[in-house]
């Protein structure tokens, strides 16, 4: 049931400037032509001039992704659907990847013609400039070209084409549609289950003091789309009763219990579930309270291996529930390695520390309200 959760293609737009925001160098030069020349000619030379430019700039676009040499055309599904806007012109379309794995061949475009790639579904943007990535390296989710990208999506939406708008709308835009799964929609539904971007507790004004995110950047996020807020599902392992277990089985792929709990090793107290990718992160104490992640399909061990599984986590609430429980079971650790017996400094120092964990213990209580007290989690091996 969960591989028809996972993404069957991500949405793109592949441009460059149109005239009215900049000339195209190579379409002046084969003309003969400066920005200066052009600025000296009568409006409807210039409107009948800048049309030709836009369509030089479709051309050389389509002829690289349509050149198998490169290899987008191997990537993309289906049409290739044009698109003028105030300022851009380029193509949207369905493909197989996301940047990350196409970044490749958009280098290698690149040397021929300069082209800015929008990946709607990863929410990336890069421009690439003559075989290289224009700010050195690809850009990951940087909070400064959310607003880049969710303006050209709707200038892109404005246009009401409704080819684009069907590429676009249902993996860029939208909350997950259709019918859920009556196991699914069971499990979510539970005592122990939690949204973790729908979940007042976890808001600053509203829970504790050390929340996860603001209702002011809720509503920012929320403009770009909302797929976010029904996409992270968090839960205490340790608190599951029998049928959460018996419901995740209905509806994940075989092997996942082996992927999260294999056996001989230490177990995870904490599991995150991706709606969207249809995989579940798992965290937990080993020795040392050391934290630990497992991944229902053996693809993620550390917070490196997650940047697929984030994409959607636009508040790094997944970094601060590992962030908050690592903290907590360093405390707990150090708590256990003194002796304040007799020891009017030692008990001073385990009251310090046992705030401090508290601390720490609340904000993962505001996303998980069930989880164990740390001491119960720990595995007590130190």
């Known amino acids: 049931m969960a591989q028809k959760a996972i993404k069957d293609f991500y949405s793109y737009a592949v441009f460059g400037d149109n005239f009215d ?17 052009v600025d000296e000619l009568g409006d409807e030379q210039k409107q009948q001039l800048g049309d030709e430019n836009d369509q030089f700039v479709l ?9 198998d040499s490169y290899g987008a055309s191997h990537e993309i599904l289906d049409e290739l659907v044009s698109f003028r806007t105030d300022n851009l012109v ?12 196409m970044d ?33 390296s690809l850009r990951y989710d940087k909070e ?74 809720l509503a920012k996020w929320d403009k770009r789309d909302v797929l976010y807020r029904y996409t992270y599902f968090a839960f205490s392992f340790d608190s599951f009763e029998e049928e959460d277990m018996q419901l995740l089985a209905q509806f994940m792929p075989k092997g996942y219990h082996d992927c999260l709990f294999p056996e001989g090793s230490y177990e995870p107290n904490l599991g995150i579930l991706n709606l969207s990718t249809g995989q579940i992160v798992g965290f937990g104490f080993g020795r040392k309270n050391r934290v630990f992640i497992v991944s229902s399909d053996g693809t993620m061990n550390c917070m490196d291996d997650m940047s697929g599984f984030c994409n959607l986590d636009h508040g790094n609430v997944i970094g601060q529930i590992y962030d908050a429980l690592e903290k907590a079971g360093d405390l707990h650790w150090d708590m256990a390695c003194l002796d304040p017996e007799g020891n009017e400094k030692g008990a001073e120092e385990q009251e310090a520390l046992l705030e401090e964990m508290d601390k720490h213990f609340c904000k993962l209580k505001a996303a998980v309200p069930t989880i164990m007290e740390i001491g119960e989690m720990s595995p007590a091996n130190f």
């Open 104 to 136: 490749r061949i958009f280098l290698k475009m690149s040397e021929t013609y300069n082209i800015y790639v929008a990946d709607f579904t990863s929410r990336l943007y890069q421009l690439y400039d003559q075989g290289e990535h224009d700010s050195g």
């Open 144 to 217: 400064d070209y959310y607003e880049f990208i969710d303006d050209l999506l709707d200038e892109l939406l404005a246009l009401e084409q409704d080819n684009l708008t069907a590429i676009l709308l249902e993996k860029a835009t939208q909350a997950p549609q259709g019918s859920v799964p009556d196991d699914l929609a069971r499990f979510l539904a539970g005592k122990n289950v939690f949204n973790l971007y729908r979940n007042e507790q976890m808001i600053y004004e509203r829970g504790a003091s050390e929340g996860y995110y603001t209702e002011a950047k």
């Open 21 to 37: 925001s900049r000339w195209d160098e190579v379409f002046l030069e084969k003309r003969a032509l400066t920005e200066d020349s």
């Open 59 to 67: 051309k050389q676009i389509k002829e690289l992704l349509d050149d």
């Open 90 to 101: 380029g193509f949207v379309f369905k493909a197989k990847q996301n940047l990350k794995k």
